[in-house]
Nanobody
Framework: QVQLVESGGGLVQAGGSLRLSCATSGRTFSSYAMGWFRHAPGKEREFVAAIRWSGGRTYYADSVKGRFTISRDNAKNTVYLQMNSLKPEDTAVYYC???????????????????WGQGTQVTVSS
C-alpha cells in the first residue's frame, strides 16, 4: 500500500512563497505520475499541478502557471511544489496524489488518482 505525507504548509502573506513536499512510502514503482490538488473552503477539489515520474513532464492549472513549479526527486520518492507570488485565493488544503499505474492517463482529474495524502494547510493573508 502506498502512503503519501504532505508537509510545508503554513501561513504566509500575499506575495510570499512556500515549498510543499510529498514524501512517499510503500510500493510506488508502478506509479505513472504524481499530482497536487487543493480544496478551498466552499469549493470542490481542483487540480493544481502534476508530474510524471519518468521524464518529468509537468502539467499546470492555468491559475498557477508562472507562479508554481512542480518537481520530483526519484531517488527520494519525493515530489515538491514550489509556490511563489502566493495570493489569498491560493488558500486551501493541498493534497498530494499518486496513481496506481493503470494507464489511460488523465493527470488533471482527481478521479484518476488512487492514493491521497492527508493534506497540508496553506493560508495566504492579504
Amino acid at each position: 500500500q502506498v502512503q503519501l505525507v504532505e508537509s510545508g504548509g503554513g501561513l504566509v502573506q500575499a506575495g510570499g512563497s512556500l515549498r510543499l513536499s510529498c514524501a512517499t512510502s510503500g510500493r510506488t514503482f508502478s506509479s505513472y505520475a504524481m499530482g497536487w490538488f487543493r480544496h478551498a473552503p466552499g469549493k470542490e477539489r481542483e487540480f493544481v499541478a502534476a508530474i510524471r515520474w519518468s521524464g518529468g513532464r509537468t502539467y499546470y492549472a492555468d491559475s498557477v502557471k508562472g507562479r508554481f513549479t512542480i518537481s520530483r526527486d526519484n531517488a527520494k520518492n519525493t515530489v515538491y511544489l514550489q509556490m511563489n507570488s502566493l495570493k489569498p485565493e491560493d488558500t486551501a488544503v493541498y493534497y498530494c496524489a499518486a496513481d496506481a499505474g493503470r494507464g489511460s492517463y488523465s493527470l488533471t482529474s482527481p478521479v484518476w488518482y488512487d492514493y491521497w495524502g492527508q493534506g497540508t494547510q496553506v493560508t495566504v493573508s492579504s
